[in-house]
Antibody
């Protein structure tokens, strides 16, 4: 059974860097069959895609966050990570990691999500 | 960016009745080379992450009850719950994965009347 688990500080000071890790069990993050994303959701609000990593470390970011975001992977630990720099109160949200499928025509939907972790910037 | 707009923002339906949620994308998410709509529906219950219900606009994810169905193509899509059950109370989101950045609708809250 594939599981994703987010971890990291729940409180980050303004202007600092938010760092989260998603540990994947039951599925290798390498191999090119899946892509791995970060998505966030302010409390009571909608979903915002942050970015993804796929096939040998290629990345793709939401332009609205691109200047502040880095997503990386550690295949030895079967983890991928999010770094978001220069945070402000507007970055306060639940942060989810999720798996998406790579298909012949590109990418598919997110079929497995982590439980999410709340990050407060204050 | 492709903007996804859902309607209504909320709806209340009696148990056993049909619930219909619409989603409109600002541009087509139909990929002509494979005739697939790069479109999905998710269900999110309080305190839980979103759960994939429908992908490719009309393909039900494994384990999803058949009272959930998706339809539409191009820019207009519909999620139908044929007979609302108590466990279907949730917020429903549409999403396009046709192009980056991936984008979601604002959500539709479904309640029991």
């Amino acid at each position: 059974q594939v599981q994703l688990q987010e971890s990291g500080p729940g409180l980050v000071k303004p202007s600092q860097t938010l760092s989260l890790t998603c540990t994947v069990s039951g599925n290798s993050i390498t191999g090119g069959i899946y892509y791995w994303s970060w998505i966030r959701q302010p409390a009571g609000k909608g979903l915002e895609w942050i970015g993804r990593i796929y096939s040998t470390g290629s990345t793709d970011y939401n332009p609205s966050l691109k200047s502040r975001v880095t997503i990386s992977e550690d295949p030895s630990k079967n983890e991928f990570s999010l770094r978001l720099s220069s945070v402000t109160a507007t970055d306060t949200a639940f942060y989810y990691c999720a798996r998406g499928r790579v298909v012949s025509g590109g990418f598919d939907a997110f079929d497995i999500w982590g439980q999410g972790t709340m990050v407060t910037v204050s | 960016d492709i903007v996804m707009t859902q309607s209504p923002d909320s709806l209340a339906v009696s148990l056993g009745e049909r619930a219909t949620i619409n989603c409109k994308s600002s541009q087509s998410v139909l990929y002509s080379s494979n005739n697939r709509n790069y479109f999905a529906w998710y269900q999110q219950k309080p305190g839980q992450p979103p759960k994939l219900l429908i992908y490719w606009a009309s393909t039900r994810e494994s384990g999803v009850p058949d009272r959930f169905s998706g339809s539409g193509s191009g820019t207009d899509f519909t999620l139908t719950i044929s007979s609302l059950q108590p466990e279907d109370v949730a917020v429903y989101y549409c999403q396009q994965y046709y192009s980056s950045p991936l984008t979601f609708g604002q959500g539709t809250k479904v309640e029991i009347k």
